[in-house]
């Protein structure tokens, strides 16, 4: 199956500095990847999605970038801001199943 | 409903009982998810529904958990005789095509 590496597990940045988190993915068959945000106490919240038949997607400060060949995506936040502090998970879902497959998660703190 | 809902939100149950979690999806989506989210963790996934079709059980971790969906409305994932392991955060998700929505989540405490 599915098998989804996320890093760093957690990462701290001064406000108004980019944050990248990175993940990679095992099976070459995935060919949608979101990233989910979530605050404590909450459930996960999509905040932007790439499928494999991009490479790169923007959305205001949130950007994700795909790399096929290398089987990895990142995800990039410019401008951080306080609010954006949470825990990140990138997932891969392979085109053979539909439930999604989970990093670990990153704790990114925006520090003020 | 605006968004998938779960209930209890939170649950504190004795070694041995059973406890039956609840999920009501979003309105009109056809796949629904159960996941575990132990503290600190990612989410590990524990069965899929997608119609009428019979159910992905494959992440289900033992025979003492079990769930069902009616058609395409509520769903609920039942812990036959918890053990303090099964504490965690059960959370749903539905879907219509691609995007996965999640509710808050029910956070199960064994003691």
């Known amino acids: 199956g599915e098998n989804v590496e996320q890093h760093p597990s957690t990462l701290s940045v001064q406000e108004g500095d980019s944050a990248v988190i990175k993940c990679t993915y095992s099976?070459?068959?995935?060919?949608?990847f979101p990233w989910y945000k979530q605050e404590l106490g909450k459930g996960p919240q999509l905040i932007i999605d790439?499928?494999?038949?991009?490479g790169e997607k923007k959305d205001q400060r949130i950007a994700v970038t795909l790399n096929k060949t290398a089987k990895h995506f990142s995800l990039h936040i410019t401008e951080t801001q306080p609010e954006d502090s949470a825990v990140y998970f990138c997932?891969?879902?392979?085109?053979?199943?539909?439930?999604?497959?989970f990093g670990s998660g990153t704790q990114l703190t925006v520090l003020p | 409903g605006a968004g998938v809902s779960q209930s209890p939100s939170n649950k504190v149950t004795e070694k041995g009982k059973d406890v039956e979690l609840r999920c009501d999806p979003i309105s009109g989506h056809t796949a629904l998810y159960w996941y575990r989210q132990r503290l600190g963790q990612g989410l590990e996934f524990l069965i899929y529904f997608q119609g009428n079709s019979a159910p992905d059980k494959s992440g289900l971790p033992s025979d003492r958990f079990s769930a069902e969906r009616t058609g395409e409305s509520v769903s609920t994932l039942t812990i036959q005789r918890t053990q303090q392991e099964d504490s965690a955060v059960y959370l749903c998700a539905s879907s219509l095509t691609t995007e996965a929505f999640f509710g808050q989540g029910t956070r199960l405490t064994v003691v």
């Open positions: 790439i499928r494999s038949n991009v």
């Open positions: 997932a891969a879902r392979s085109g053979s199943a539909r439930q999604l497959t």
């Open positions: 099976d070459s068959a995935s060919n949608y």
